[in-house]
């Protein structure tokens, strides 16, 4: 049975987070990802497994080698579900600075 994820399942462990911030900047052999961590090479391995599933990482068969590629496609999803969250906090953040703004000048 295959166990369907999301992206938010993926985002949610700090070691799928560093992984994505490092294949962000390049793409990156499995190995070499895992020389970033201190964990098992099976470990990472899972992590990426997970990340693939959820399509926040593609790989690309060159020669022997995979590499794999940051998906930001999927990353934007991500952004534009937060987009109003954020705009509800900076809402919240602007009259907070109004009210302080107000108390000040009493």
Known sequence: ???RRDIFQAIADPTRRAILSLVALQAMTPGAIADSFESSRQTISKHIQILTECQLLTQEQSGREIHYHFNANKMKEIAEWLL???????????????????????
């Open 1 to 3: 049975m295959k166990t």
């Open 84 to 106: 109003p969250f954020a705009q509800l906090w900076d809402d919240r953040f602007n009259k907070l600075e109004a009210v302080m703004k107000q108390h000040k000048t009493l």
